[in-house]
């Protein structure tokens, strides 16, 4: 952490470097203006795993809430550059979703935002789990909470992308990690560390040019601007289950595009996480929006998905074995080449 900091420190020296020293927060939010008269803070804590940015849940003697920071790193892996403008666009995300009565229940307050200081303080959402424990072996999740996850999106996909930020730097980091380093014949990754077998397995997808260049067209469609307002990152990761029902968070990957993008990685990770392939076939007519959405392009999305999770960097903790991951990989391809469902 020290390192990380004085990386920080030597890129931004005017800015704050969030940590869990409580004296240093305490001065950070007085010379904010962000503590409430006669609020005294009293401990603080993790919150959950962060996979982009650092954040931490502050309670003091009247209330909790979160702290985020973005940093010029991804927080999981800090070898990988970010841009750290994301928290400005997420914060635009959560002032978008507040004027909307039905998104609004779903997402937390923004209450409070520092440019400078790439911060942001958000309504604590309490003790929610994320919804990770879905790629375990027979966790199974319920049709009606699918079904609220698709409809949040149908509502979602009905705020116009017109006005709303590019967010081009975070598409090209995550363009990389989806379209591109996955698919390279050699690109370092050994991914029989991760599964015995699977560096074999991998070879009929990276040496595959018909499929490869069906992805390197679904990646351009990916970085061109759309129309509709998309979270960007919509994986069981970024769905929260709390005692007062689902909650949506880390749109840091929000952008103006196309609603199969969403529709598509939603798809995809009901196949990683091996839920049945009824729920996974009413997906699309549990879609309601305004927008016509494209089987094919969300095919394409949803496989590309599917391969990039088994074969790249942001690996998920799946315990399918290799028969299991080996028929996704088959089923991603058959969806990218065909744009059929079925």
Same mark, same amino acid.
């Given at each position: 952490?020290?390192?990380?900091?004085?990386?920080?420190?030597?890129?931004?020296?005017?800015?704050?470097?969030?940590?869990?020293?409580?004296?240093?927060?305490?001065?950070?939010?007085?010379?904010?203006?962000?503590?409430?008269?006669?609020?005294?803070?009293?401990?603080?804590?993790?919150?959950?795993?962060?996979?982009?940015?650092?954040?931490?849940?502050?309670?003091?003697?009247?209330?909790?809430?979160?702290?985020?920071?973005?940093?010029?790193?991804?927080?999981?892996?800090?070898?990988?550059?970010?841009?750290?403008?994301?928290?400005?666009?997420?914060?635009?995300?959560?002032?978008?979703?507040?004027?909307?009565?039905?998104?609004?229940?779903?997402?937390?307050?923004?209450?409070?935002?520092?440019?400078?200081?790439?911060?942001?303080?958000?309504?604590?959402?309490?003790?929610?789990?994320?919804?990770?424990?879905?790629?375990?072996? #027979?966790?199974? &999740?319920?049709?009606?909470?699918?079904?609220?996850?698709?409809?949040?999106?149908?509502?979602? $996909? %009905? =705020?116009? /992308?017109?006005?709303?930020?590019?967010?081009?730097?975070?598409?090209?980091?995550?363009?990389?990690?989806?379209?591109?380093?996955?698919?390279?014949?050699?690109?370092?990754?050994?991914?029989?560390?991760?599964?015995?077998?699977?560096?074999?397995?991998?070879?009929?997808?990276?040496?595959?040019?018909?499929?490869?260049?069906?992805?390197?067209?679904?990646?351009?469609?990916?970085?061109?601007?759309?129309?509709?307002?998309?979270?960007?990152?919509?994986?069981?990761?970024?769905?929260?289950?709390?005692?007062?029902?689902?909650?949506?968070?880390?749109?840091?990957?929000?952008?103006?595009?196309?609603?199969?993008? #969403?529709?598509? &990685?939603?798809?995809?990770?009901?196949?990683?996480?091996?839920?049945?392939?009824?729920?996974? $076939? %009413? =997906?699309? /007519?549990?879609?309601?929006?305004?927008?016509?959405?494209?089987?094919?392009?969300?095919?394409?999305?949803?496989?590309?998905?599917?391969?990039?999770?088994?074969?790249?960097?942001?690996?998920?903790?799946?315990?399918?074995?290799?028969?299991?991951?080996?028929?996704?990989?088959?089923l991603a391809e058959k969806w990218i080449m065909t744009g059929k469902l079925n």
């Amino acid at each position: 952490m020290d390192t990380l900091k004085h990386q920080f420190h030597q890129l931004f020296p005017n800015s704050y470097f969030l940590d869990t020293d409580l004296q240093g927060i305490s001065q950070f939010l007085l010379d904010k203006g962000w503590l409430q008269q006669g609020e005294s803070l009293e401990r603080t804590e993790k919150p959950g795993e962060g996979n982009m940015n650092y954040v931490l849940r502050v309670r003091t003697n009247k209330r909790s809430f979160i702290l985020k920071q973005a940093r010029p790193w991804v927080e999981k892996y800090p070898q990988i550059s970010a841009p750290v403008e994301r928290n400005q666009v997420e914060a635009t995300y959560f002032q978008e979703v507040a004027i909307n009565p039905f998104l609004r229940k779903y997402s937390p307050e923004l209450i409070a935002m520092s440019p400078e200081h790439f911060m942001m303080m958000l309504g604590d959402l309490g003790e929610g789990v994320d919804y990770m424990s879905l790629y375990k072996k #027979d966790e199974k &999740v319920p049709d009606e909470e699918i079904q609220e996850a698709v409809k949040y999106l149908g509502s979602l $996909h %009905q =705020i116009s /992308g017109a006005e709303y930020p590019d967010n081009q730097a975070m598409r090209v980091l995550n363009h990389e990690h989806i379209f591109h380093f996955p698919f390279l014949e050699d690109n370092g990754m050994d991914l029989d560390t991760i599964l015995s077998g699977l560096q074999e397995s991998s070879l009929a997808y990276r040496k595959n040019i018909p499929l490869k260049e069906k992805i390197t067209q679904l990646g351009e469609k990916y970085l061109s601007r759309g129309s509709v307002l998309v979270h960007g990152d919509f994986y069981p990761g970024s769905w929260l289950k709390t005692s007062e029902g689902l909650k949506v968070i880390d749109p840091e990957f929000s952008f103006p595009g196309m609603p199969e993008f #969403d529709l598509g &990685v939603l798809v995809a990770h009901m196949v990683l996480s091996e839920q049945d392939q009824s729920v996974i $076939h %009413q =997906i699309p /007519g549990w879609y309601s929006s305004s927008t016509k959405v494209d089987e094919s392009l969300l095919c394409g999305f949803a496989g590309t998905e599917i391969l990039r999770r088994i074969l790249g960097v942001a690996q998920l903790p799946l315990e399918a074995d290799l028969p299991a991951r080996v028929t996704m990989m088959q089923l991603a391809e058959k969806w990218i080449m065909t744009g059929k469902l079925n």
